[in-house]
Structures are given as structure tokens and as C-alpha cells.
């Protein structure tokens, strides 16, 4: 079974960088489509960046474009999330998610495994 596990979160000042890291102990990654969502405290958790299993297709959230960039490696069954000009309003637990299916890249309900979460804090 698939078990992402992230890492890479921490706290930074804003406009600072992170990256963060989602690998699979397991070795599946190569044939998911994968996703990165988010929470903030108080709020629902809302899409962040998706790709699919060949990482030559890739969605962002309008807050997020032009600042974060989603890649992956299937030689290294490890997904990236690169996250450039930090805003205190990206402040949430970040969640890395695998798809089976190619569509529906922005709805948590469509993707069948999730990891446990790492906290970014963007402090002003």
C-alpha cells in the first residue's frame, strides 16, 4: 500500500523558500498522479499543486502560481513541492496525496492515499 510521508516543512520569514519533500517507502510513486494540499488553522483544507504520473502535466491554485512549483522524480519515487516568496497566508499543515486517476487533480475526494502532514509557518 501507499504511504506518502512529507518532510521539508519549518518555519521561515516571508519571502523566504522551503521545499517540500513527499517519498514513498513503498516504491509506487512511478505509476500516481500526485497531489499537494493544504490546511490553515481554522479553514478547509483547499488544493494546492497536482501533476500527473509522468510529471509532464502540472495544475496550481491561483494563490499559489508563479511562486510554488510541483515536480517529481520516479527514479527516486519522490515528489517536490518548491515554495518561493513565502506569504504569512501560507502558513498550514501540508498534505502530499496519491491519485489513481488522471482527472479531478484539485478534489480531495478523489485521491485514495494521504500522508500525515509537515507544518510550514511563514511568520511576517
Known amino acids: 500500500q501507499v504511504q506518502p510521508v512529507e518532510s521539508g516543512g519549518g518555519l521561515v520569514q516571508a519571502g523566504g523558500s522551503l521545499r517540500l519533500s513527499c517519498a514513498d517507502s513503498?516504491?509506487?510513486?512511478?505509476?500516481?498522479?500526485m497531489g499537494w494540499f493544504r490546511r490553515a488553522p481554522g479553514k478547509e483544507r483547499e488544493f494546492v499543486a497536482a501533476?500527473?504520473?509522468?510529471?509532464?502535466?502540472?495544475f496550481y491554485a491561483d494563490s499559489v502560481k508563479g511562486r510554488f512549483t510541483i515536480s517529481k522524480d520516479n527514479a527516486d519515487n519522490t515528489v517536490y513541492l518548491q515554495m518561493n516568496n513565502l506569504e504569512p497566508e501560507d502558513t498550514a499543515v501540508y498534505y502530499c496525496a496519491a491519485r489513481i486517476r488522471s482527472d479531478g487533480f484539485s478534489e480531495p475526494k478523489f485521491y485514495d492515499y494521504w500522508g500525515q502532514g509537515t507544518q510550514v509557518t511563514v511568520s511576517s
Open positions: 513503498k516504491r509506487t510513486f512511478a505509476t500516481y498522479a
Open positions: 501533476l500527473n504520473w509522468s510529471g509532464t502535466a502540472t
